[in-house]
C-alpha cells in the first residue's frame, strides 16, 4: 500500500496542502512525495516524539500535519504526544502507521503494530482507517484530509483476488454474498478471506464485509444487519489484540442495539504463542487467523 | 512609555500569593522564579502575532497572572483558580484564551509545539515570532534534546526559549538531580545562539528578549525559587506547600518592606 499511498498524497496534496513530516522512513517509496512537496517534505529524523509535537504546533498554526513512520514508532513511542499534544487539541494531525498487524513479519516483535488502533481509539477525536486493498488509498485519504481532526491510518499489504474488481470504498463493505456465517473483517484480512472463499457454494459459503474505519460510526449498514438475522452467526476478523480490538465494538453495539447474534466469534491477534518469529502468514496461521483456521473454526468446507 | 517595573511586578507576585492563598494551592516556588521573565514578555515583548508556549505547565499561576496584568484574565476569573468548573486550571488548559494555545503540564512537549509553530511561520511566511518558557528540571527529558536537534537542523530563527534556571526541582535540586547547573555549555554546541542573564533584571529581560538572533536563542534566565519571598527562597517544600493565612501575611509584608 506504501506505493498508493505515495501516489494519493500527490495527488492530495494539489487540492489540500499539508506539511509532511516522516520519521526518516520511506526510503524506495516517498521519494516521488519528497520531490512534489519540496520544503513541505521534512525528515524529522529518529525522534518521534519530537515529531509528533511539531505536528501538532504546524496544526496548532493552521496547518495540516501529517506524521509517517512504521507503526508502533508512530502509536506507541510518542503515546503521550498524540494524547496531549494532538487528541487534547483536537488538531488536524494525520499519524500514518505502515505495517499494520504482523505486516512486518520476521523483522520482529518492535516492528509488528498489535494494538494500535485499539490504543488510540482510547483517545479523544481520533477517527482510525485500516484500508484492506491499495486501491482504497485515494478515498480514504481524501476522506481523512476532509475531516479536520486526529486521525490514524493503519497501512498494510492489500489482498484481493486476483483479477478480482474492488468495490468502492466505504468504511462498511460487502465484498462476498454468501448464505452461511456472516463474516466482519478489518483491513487486509478482509482480502485474504474473500480470495478463499470466493469459490465456494453460494448458499453456503460466508457472507464477508470488510470494515475499514473505526469508532463504530456510522453504525453497520441495514443490509449487514438483515444477513446477520438471516445467518445468526457472526464472526469478526483482525490483525489485533481482542482488547480494545473491532470485534469488542461491534459486540457492544449489537448487544445494545439488541441485535446479539446467536454465536459470535471474534478472531484477533494472539501473540506469540511459539515463541518463535516468522512472515506474516506463519504469524497469521499462529494466531488463528488464516483464512483455512478461520473457516474450520465456524465450520465451512473450504475448497 | 516605560514602565514601572517594580510597582508592577509588586502588584503582580502581591495578586498570584493572593490567587494561591485563597485557592489552598502550591507550586509558588517555581510561579515566583518565572513571573518576571513572564511580565517582561507579555509587557515589552509580545505582538498581535506571536505566539507563546508556556512549556513548564506547572507555572500556570504565572501565567494567569501575567495575563491578568495585562488585563485580558479579570479579578473574577482568578477567583476561579482550581476551583470547580474552573477554565483556570492549576496547568493550562487550551481552546479558552488566545494567549493559551496548548494545554500543558507534562514536562518535555512544549518544545517541540513550539517548534512546530515556529515552521508554521517559515513554511507559510505568516509574521509573528514563537516564545517558549521552559524549566531547568526540563531538560532530563529526552524529548527536549529531539526538539533541540531540530530546532538546530532547521534553523528556525524565530524562536526564543527561555529557562527558568532556579535550580530546584520536584525532589532535590537539579545539580543533586542530574548535574544539569551547566546547561549553557550543553546547548551552545548545536549552533544555538545561548546567553545567560539575570532572570529577575525586567530591563535586561526585555533588552535580550527584545534582541533576536540570526539562530535560535536560547536564553538561561538565572532565576530563585520563591524569589521575592525570603522564607520560600531557594526552599525545595514550596513546590508543595499551599500558603496558611500567617505565611500569606508575612509574604505580603515583605512584598512591601
Known sequence: MRDAFCKGMIELSASRPYVFLTGDLGFKALEPLREALGPRFINAGVAEQNMVSVAAGLAGDGQSAWVYSIAPFVYARPFEQIRNDVCMHDLDVKLVGNGGGYAYGSMGATHHALEDYGVLLALRHLRAYVPAFDEDLGAVLRGMAARPHPAYLRLGRGEKPAGAEVPAYAPWRLLLDGGGPLIVAVGPLAGALWTACAGLDLKTRPQIWAWSELPLDPAPPQALLEALKKSGVLAVVEEHVAQGGAGQALAAWLLEAGLAPKRFRHFSAQGYPSGTYGSQVFHRAESGLDPRSVLQALGVAAA | ?257
Open chain 2, 1 to 257: 512609555m516605560s514602565i514601572e517595573w517594580t510597582a508592577l511586578i509588586r502588584r503582580a507576585k502581591a495578586r498570584l500569593l493572593r490567587m494561591h492563598f485563597e485557592a489552598k494551592i502550591a507550586h509558588l516556588g517555581g510561579n515566583l522564579s518565572c513571573l518576571d521573565a513572564l511580565l517582561v514578555l507579555h509587557h515589552e515583548i509580545l505582538r498581535p502575532d506571536d505566539v507563546f508556549v508556556l512549556s513548564k505547565g506547572h507555572s500556570a499561576g504565572a501565567l494567569y497572572i501575567a495575563l491578568w496584568s495585562k488585563g485580558s484574565l479579570h479579578d473574577d476569573q482568578l477567583k476561579q483558580f482550581h476551583g470547580e468548573g474552573t477554565k483556570l486550571a492549576g496547568h493550562p488548559a487550551s481552546a479558552w484564551h488566545p494567549g493559551i494555545r496548548f494545554a500543558t503540564g507534562s514536562l518535555g512537549h512544549g518544545l517541540g509545539l513550539a517548534a512546530g509553530t515556529a515552521l508554521s511561520r517559515k513554511l507559510s511566511g505568516k509574521p509573528g515570532r514563537v516564545y517558549c518558557l521552559m524549566s531547568d528540571g526540563e531538560w532530563q527529558e529526552g524529548s527536549v534534546w529531539e526538539s533541540l536537534i531540530f530546532i538546530a537542523h532547521q534553523k528556525l530563527d524565530n524562536l526564543t526559549v527561555l529557562i527558568d534556571m532556579n535550580g530546584l526541582q520536584g525532589f532535590g535540586s537539579t545539580r543533586e538531580v542530574a548535574s544539569m547547573q551547566d546547561l549553557a555549555s550543553r546547548i551552545r554546541p548545536f549552533q544555538v545562539d545561548v546567553e545567560e542573564l539575570d532572570g529577575h533584571d525586567p530591563e535586561l529581560l526585555a533588552k535580550a528578549m527584545g534582541s533576536p538572533r540570526p539562530r535560535p536563542h536560547f536564553l538561561l534566565l538565572n532565576t530563585v525559587k520563591g524569589h521575592g519571598v525570603s522564607f520560600m527562597e531557594n526552599r525545595m517544600e514550596w513546590h508543595y506547600l499551599p500558603l496558611d493565612a500567617a505565611a500569606y501575611e508575612a509574604a505580603l509584608k515583605e512584598l512591601d518592606a
